[in-house]
Every structure is written in C-alpha cells, then in structure tokens.
C-alpha cells in the first residue's frame, strides 16, 4: 500500500525511495547536458542544477547513506559516495565561487557532470541493488517519505516554477534530441 503525503496542497502517492534517486539523477543529468549543449555560462541553468544537487545529496546523506554506512556488504560504497559528494560540492563551489572565464568554467562544468555520472552510474549499478537486498519494503518506504519531506523543506517547494526550467521542459529537450539521434 503507497502512503500519501502533501505535496504543495496536492496528494502525491510516495514512491519508491530508489525510483525518487534515481528520477533526481535524470534530472541532474538533463541538466548539465542542457548547460554544454549550450556552450556557454547559463546562470539560470546553473542556479537550477546547484539547487537539486543539493538538496538530492542532502537526503541521501541525511536518509538513505547513515542506514548503510555500517553494512559491510555496502560499506565501501556508501563511503565512497560521501567522498563523490564532497568532490561534488567543491566543484560545484569553484564554478559558483571562482571567477573563471567562460572555456575554463565550460571545462570544469564538463569534469563536473563527469564526476556526478560516474557517482550516478555507481549508485545506480552497484549501490542502489545492495540496499535494496539490506532495506525491507517497510524501510525502505519510510525513507522515502523522508526523502520526499526533507527536499521539500530544502528546496522551498513553494518557489518551484519561479524563474526554473521546469522538470518536464528538461525532459521534453532531452527527448527531442534524443530524437535527433544526440544521445543522453
């Protein structure tokens, strides 16, 4: 049975916690793409793309990484997952924080998506399998109401659609060029 949960005055039935990961993921990706597809600094992008990495890295840091830290089937890879993060982050603030010119910015954007699709893949693959195997159902359920409470206190659910990109419009670019044979 899926619990519900408020979200901005609608009822959202709560996903799986993985399927939410993983959703984030898509989106993070579509992101960056979005940003090199375009060659150039895009702050609004940028500001968009920041916002969700961080609020993503803060539930699974907060929610799903504590319950595993200490499996030793999955150890090594949560603690290696708060080591991607931490790079993550520090890349992130260098394009936030450094004035750099637009190629280098470009540069560390693209070692930037790099990182985070090498962490994506990881979790997906390698990660994500072992936790399900660890974390009942019921568990596993409530760490997705976590997840989904704790990013829309992070992300002020309130502000969403005011001057982003939205998720669909992110996707609905993503398909078209897939369609024109660029591939994600």
């Known amino acids: ?24 993921h898509k989106l993070v990706k579509n992101l960056f793409q979005e940003i ?18 961080e609020v993503h890295m803060e539930a699974e840091e907060k929610h799903l990484y ?11 890879l949560i603690l290696e997952a708060y ?10 603030g260098k394009l936030e924080g450094d004035p ?11 070692v930037t998506s790099d990182v985070i699709d090498h962490h994506i893949e990881e979790e997906e ?23 989904m409470r704790q990013k829309q206190v992070t992300s002020g659910a309130g ?5 982003k990109i939205s998720k669909e419009e992110i996707e609905e670019e993503t398909e078209e060029d897939t369609e024109e044979g660029e591939s994600i």
Do not use: C, Y
């Not at 899926?2 to 959703?23: C, M, T």
């Open 83 to 92: 080591e991607e993060h931490a790079l993550g982050k520090e890349l992130m």
């Open 125 to 147: 693959k390698l990660m994500f399998p072992k936790a399900k195997q660890i974390i009942g159902r019921e568990e596993q359920q409530s760490i997705a109401e976590a997840v």
């Open 159 to 163: 502000e969403e659609g005011m001057g």
């Open 66 to 76: 504590p319950r595993l830290e200490n499996e030793e089937k999955i150890r090594e």
């Open 1 to 24: 049975m899926e619990k519900q949960i408020r979200s901005q005055g609608k009822e959202e039935a709560v996903k799986d916690v993985f399927e939410i990961l993983k959703n984030d």
């Open 100 to 110: 750099l010119d637009e190629e280098h910015w470009l540069t560390v954007i693209k």
């Open 36 to 53: 090199m597809k375009e060659k150039e600094k895009n702050e609004e992008i940028f500001a968009q793309l920041k916002s969700e990495l």
